[in-house]
């Protein structure tokens, strides 16, 4: 019995002076910071292109490759059809063009001319219409660090056509005060094209078409703070003619000093 007491004691007096040794170490000295770790910076390219121009085709499948080689997880292209080669469409005919779209095709090429297609890369350099050097800005951009991640998480009602897209954006690396964007891009829509010799095709098959922007034209104001995540949830009603199995959210958040992050998330998950 006087040994059990003796270990007793003995567990009480290493209690306390734990608890005691706890004491004497300042708040701010108990937790230590862990960094976020590292993440790669996808590349949004904007592609200005237009039913009308005989030259895009050509653009889209530059663009196609460079998705093929890096995944389309690393280089999320959106085709805005938009300027002079644009086409709104006819009661037969399906146009691509949106006013939104024209919108962003003036503010980067006001006087319309640099000519079609043209392309931004994380919009971190001017217009470029030259489609045999676009491989050159991705690598370079691939290769850079982003100071923010993104996640999106969509739910989509077929009965009401209705999408909830919840968008995070967590800091990596210091504080980012820009803009979060939210688009829609439609796959495998089958719309009129003029093709390089000439020729009108009006079975061409036209992917990742910008359809709308969600949260506004510019997006809104955020400011993303490293080890912290900002939220925001949208809501969105498809029209009829578009087709939800191949529409997807695209996010990124942007700055002065161009994308600092991009993701693309399918609003209706595919089947295995």
Not at 250 to 271: C, H, L, P, R, W
């Amino acid at each position: 019995m006087k040994l059990k007491n003796i270990m007793l004691g003995a567990m009480s007096a290493i209690i306390t002076l734990a608890a005691a040794s706890c004491s004497n170490i300042d708040e701010d000295e108990r937790l230590i910071y862990v960094k976020p770790a590292d993440v790669g910076r996808a590349v949004l390219i904007e592609d200005f292109t237009g039913q009308k121009c005989v030259n895009c085709p050509t653009g889209t499948e530059a663009i196609n490759a460079m998705v093929e080689t890096y995944g389309e997880e690393n280089v999320i292209a959106v085709g805005i059809h938009s300027g002079p080669l644009g086409y709104k469409g006819t009661k037969k005919k399906v146009g691509l063009m949106t006013d939104t779209g024209n919108e962003y095709y003036n503010k980067w090429d006001s006087e319309k001319k640099i000519g079609q297609p043209w392309a931004l890369f994380n919009r971190s350099a001017a217009p470029n219409a030259n489609i045999n050097t676009w491989i050159t800005y991705v690598k370079d951009l691939i290769s850079k660090k982003a100071k923010l991640s993104i996640g999106v998480t969509n739910a989509y009602d077929e009965a009401s056509r209705t999408l909830t897209t919840d968008i995070e954006a967590r800091g990596t690396d210091g504080t980012t005060v820009g803009k979060l964007q939210v688009w829609l891009i439609e796959d495998g829509i089958v719309a009129l094209q003029m093709m390089p010799d000439g020729s009108s095709n009006d079975d061409y098959v036209h992917n990742h078409v910008f359809r709308a922007a969600v949260n506004g034209t510019w997006g809104e104001d955020v400011t993303v703070k490293e080890g912290e995540a900002t939220n925001k949830q949208y809501t969105y009603t498809l029209p009829e003619n578009w087709n939800a199995e191949n529409v997807s959210v695209v996010a990124f958040v942007y700055s002065d000093n161009g994308v600092e992050q991009t993701v693309k998330k399918a609003i209706v998950a595919k089947q295995e």
